[in-house]
């Protein structure tokens, strides 16, 4: 078990933790946002974003500190808490970003820890390597080692009560992110960013994303706070979240906005686009989209980054509470809706049922199928695997109609897309409560198929007929030939 961190409450991936942070002696909810400060220019000041945002949390880079006189001077009189002047608790960035951008950067992973120390970091993160996606093997494998190395290094250092953080590298190669997983796991560090995943999130490359924050999370123990580092859109968060995701860091609020950008959980929009503003807070109450336009720059800036903020924050509430009502697979079906590459994102998501059913827990409020995804949830796979240990008669009926009246056979089940077999007496609880359409569709009904292939597969002597509502032929073909099949729809 991690001192650190405490999980209070889980859905699929999902979950509500609690990171104790005990240099900064506050414990930060997650999953949290930390709004990026950027040392030389606050758009929106810490104290702000404490007060009028809720941040529990926020990070900013230690290197931009270390590199420029008048900041380290002051960071070193005064402390990070006093120069930003924020109640919260503060990670800061060692530079590895930099070093993935310009290629070199001037600290050792000791000096720069050391300063992070000295200046009165919370959360304090190594020089590790971020290998950029879809580079040759090799060079994963090398820089990976490099960055294993460091952490090592980084486990030596003497840093007191200050949290550190564990990096999880490996590019594109689920094998080597779960390597570096399972590496970073072995270590006494704290908090474990998945890294070098901006590039993938600027491609939309969603569906990549998750297969390397689902293989990070096979390598790390279950109760590992994880950190998605550089995301800061809260179109993904909820996706994110499901796979397992505890932290996120937001520049993106501050970038957009002097950009004109104008962040919504459904994606991107140009402020001059806009007739009308979509949310309700503060900024877009008090201003039609004309007014915020006719700002001067740096106001209209601030503005724009504020409601850029709200939204996030606001995303990441709505995540918690679905979290607590145990439906946060909706939200992200929600979110997929919004673009080609998050639906991808999700049905990657679904690949991963199966470690994702590990976490889900087993009884929630209600299950609802909103789209043909909804076949693949790790509540249909829990239940699949639940179908090979109940106990079969030697004559049994599954059907989509009423029980019959006689008896020709021992017992008689339920069938219900996109479950499959059931005996009755499980019919109140979930997840087969589900609220399903009643128009239903192809992907429920071959779910429904293969839960009947699974029942048989383990019962071979049993005698099993199966009475649907005329399944199409597709479907039937997943069924074994030894069932014999009863069209009701034809009677
Ligand atoms: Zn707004």
């Known amino acids: 078990m991690r001192e650190c961190f405490e999980i209070r409450d889980t859905d699929a ?6 990171l104790s942070v005990p240099r900064a002696d506050v414990t930060v909810e997650t999953p949290a946002l930390l709004p990026v400060i950027n040392p030389n220019l606050d758009t929106i000041s810490p104290r702000r974003l404490a007060d009028e945002f809720g941040a529990e949390i926020l990070i900013t880079n230690s290197y931009i500190i270390h590199g420029d006189d008048d900041l380290r001077e002051r960071a070193l009189a005064d402390g990070l808490h006093d120069m930003l002047d924020f109640p919260g608790a503060i990670m800061t960035d060692s530079g590895s970003f930099q070093l993935s951008e310009y290629g070199e950067i001037s600290v050792t992973t000791e000096e720069i820890l050391a300063f992070q120390h000295e200046i009165g970091s919370d959360i304090a993160t190594p020089v590790d390597i971020p290998t950029p996606p879809d580079v040759p093997r090799e060079q994963a494998e090398r820089e990976l080692e490099t960055t294993q190395e460091r952490l090592e290094i980084a486990e030596d250092v003497d840093t007191g009560e200050m949290l550190v953080s564990a990096p999880v590298q490996g590019s594109t190669y689920p094998d080597l992110r779960e390597r570096a997983g399972r590496h970073a796991e072995g270590t006494d560090l704290d908090v474990f960013p998945v890294g070098a995943v901006v590039p993938l999130m600027n491609d939309y490359r969603y569906d990549d994303m998750i297969d ?20 800061g859109h809260p179109m993904m968060f909820a996706l994110a979240v499901a796979m397992g995701c505890d932290l996120f860091d937001s520049a993106a609020y501050a970038l957009y906005a002097r950009d004109d950008r104008y962040l919504t959980v459904r994606g991107t929009r140009a402020l001059e686009d806009i007739d009308y503003f979509p949310c309700s807070c503060a900024v877009c109450t008090d201003h039609s989209p004309d007014e915020l336009r006719a700002l001067p720059d740096d106001e209209r800036e601030s503005e724009l980054a504020a409601h850029n903020l709200h939204v996030t924050f606001a995303e990441i509430r709505r995540i918690k509470q679905a979290i ?5 697979i909706e939200l992200v079906e929600q979110r997929a809706r919004a673009h080609p590459t998050m639906l991808d994102g999700y049905r990657t998501l679904l690949d991963h049922a199966a470690q994702l059913e590990r976490s889900d827990p087993v009884s929630k409020g209600s299950f609802f199928y909103t789209s043909h995804e909804s076949a693949r949830r790790p ?20 059907t989509e109609g009423d029980a019959p009246r006689g008896d020709e056979y021992d017992e008689s089940w339920r069938v219900e897309p996109p479950f499959g077999p059931f005996p009755r007496a499980l019919s109140k609880s979930y997840p087969l409560t589900a609220e399903v359409p009643d128009r239903t569709d192809r992907a429920a009904l071959a779910a429904a198929a293969d839960g009947v292939a699974r029942l048989v597969n383990v019962n071979p002597n049993a005698e099993i007929t199966l009475a649907h509502d005329g399944w199409p032929a597709a479907v039937l073909e997943r069924v074994p030939d030894d069932v014999a099949l009863v069209d009701l729809t034809a009677a």
């Open 13 to 18: 991936g999902g979950r509500i933790g609690e």
């Open 379 to 398: 509540e249909v796979v829990r239940h699949h695997e639940r179908l090979e240990r109940l106990s079969v008669p030697d004559s049994l009926l599954l």
């Open 324 to 328: 607590r009502a145990g439906n946060l």
């Open 212 to 231: 390397a924050v689902a293989a990070a999370k096979r390598g790390l123990g279950a109760d590992a706070p994880v950190h998605l580092f550089g995301a």
